[in-house]
């Protein structure tokens, strides 16, 4: 293709915005990247002001979601998704000439969805219409995730705001509640907090730990090829197991 081919990426998470851009830069060196948004409203000011040909969209996003970003901008540009959603939300997608990349990316999905674009670009296919889809979704999000726990400390119950929690890790009889200031318990187990909890912002690294995704720093495969997962303002790092390793593989 001789025309240079724009890009915003749009993600409230640092971790997961590096990750893009790293596979982008490696399946599709040509892809000229010219925004990247840490929220809706950034992303739509990139999108009116760069004029980009394609949109990466996270759908969870504060001030603006990716669902608001991409009505608002309509057909002016190829809209990719980013999304956590089961299948029924993948089917969506599927029906509609628009694409989705379910979180974590890898290389092989990605590399699909590239070639879809390119080919819509090569041809000068007219970008979908999405009034359709976007209503679905807009139904499928207003599922609310956890927001609060209650959790014992010492002899009292305290309320606590899971975006301040660092991890959750599952003991014989209670589950522990990590945040900054102290450890609390809870009786919940980690299988129903998996389906509770928000899988933008908290995912499952062992059968025993859920982390907050915000409060990881960095991820460092060891000797062994196991992954170290290294926490913001804490010494402790935890170990991310065999069967979920595929989260970090292309980090």
């Known amino acids: 293709m001789n025309k240079v081919i724009r890009a915003v990426i749009a993600d409230d998470e640092q971790i997961l915005r590096d990750h893009l851009v790293r596979c982008l830069a490696n399946l599709w060196p040509e892809l000229n990247i010219c925004g990247i948004a840490e929220n809706g409203r950034q992303a739509l000011t990139m999108i009116e002001q760069y004029e980009p040909d394609i949109a990466f969209l996270d759908i969870r996003m504060p001030e603006l979601t990716g669902l608001e970003v991409a009505q608002q901008i309509a057909d002016h540009c190829r809209i990719v998704f980013v999304t956590a959603y089961d299948d029924y939300a993948v089917q969506a997608f599927e029906q509609q000439a628009v694409d989705y990349l379910v979180k974590p990316i890898r290389d092989e999905r990605l590399f699909k969805t590239i070639k879809r674009l390119q080919s819509s670009i090569d041809i000068q296919q007219t970008p979908p219409d999405l009034t359709d889809l976007l209503d679905h979704l807009q139904t499928a999000t207003k599922k609310d995730c956890l927001r609060w726990i209650r959790a014992s400390y010492q002899d009292?119950?305290?309320?606590?705001?899971?975006?301040?929690?660092?991890?959750?890790?599952?003991?014989?009889?209670?589950?522990?509640?990590?945040?900054?200031?102290?450890?609390?318990?809870?009786?919940?187990?980690?299988?129903?907090?998996?389906?509770?909890?928000?899988?933008n912002h908290f995912w499952q690294v062992h059968r025993g730990i859920i982390v907050n995704v915000a409060y990881i720093t960095s991820v460092e495969r060891d000797n062994n090829s196991r992954y170290q997962i290294k926490l913001k303002g804490r010494n402790k790092t935890l170990l991310a197991s065999r069967s979920h390793a595929d989260l970090f593989k292309q980090m």
Request: proline share 5%.
């Open 156 to 199: 009292t119950i305290r309320l606590i705001a899971v975006e301040d929690i660092v991890y959750f890790q599952s003991g014989d009889k209670y589950t522990s509640v990590i945040t900054d200031e102290r450890e609390l318990l809870i009786r919940k187990p980690l299988k129903q907090l998996v389906d509770e909890l928000d899988p």
